[in-house]
Nanobody, 121 residues
Framework: QVQLVESGGGLVQAGGSLRLSCAASGSIFSINAMGWYRQAPGKQRELVARITSGGSTNYADSVKGRFTISRDNAKNTVYLQMNSLKPEDTAVFYC???????????????WGQGTQVTVSS
């Protein structure tokens, strides 16, 4: 069994900051890429940022320069530091990770349950 648990969402004023965390736990042998996605009401889920096991990152154009993704491999945790938040950043944020379980021979993608981020104007 593998679980991804997000934390750190909430309500913030425009221009403010939030830091999201996502911890993976369970029968984990190895984690490859980890990422954050978001889904606003009435819109499709979209990639926000992604980080490989080696630390390479990529970001959606809409968050470049404002958001920073990082990870702590020892803790199986990925973070998303969000600065200069805008009302259009309001969404449910989901983390995901490509995980090789101790009982498996291939990587599978797992998702967290989501955490709400609301930015007021």
């Amino acid at each position: 069994q593998v679980q991804l648990v997000e934390s750190g969402g909430g309500l913030v004023q425009a221009g403010g900051s939030l830091r999201l965390s996502c911890a993976a736990s369970g029968s984990i042998f190895s984690i490859n890429a980890m990422g954050w996605y978001r889904q606003a009401p009435g819109k499709q889920r979209e990639l926000v940022a992604r980080i490989t096991s080696g630390g390479s990152t990529n970001y959606a154009d809409s968050v470049k320069g404002r958001f920073t993704i990082s990870r702590d491999n020892a803790k199986n945790t990925v973070y998303l530091q969000m600065n200069s938040l805008k009302p259009e950043d309001t969404a449910v944020f989901y983390c995901n990770a490509d995980i090789l379980r101790t009982t498996s021979v291939r990587f599978l993608t797992y998702w967290g349950q989501g955490t709400q981020v609301t930015v007021s104007s």
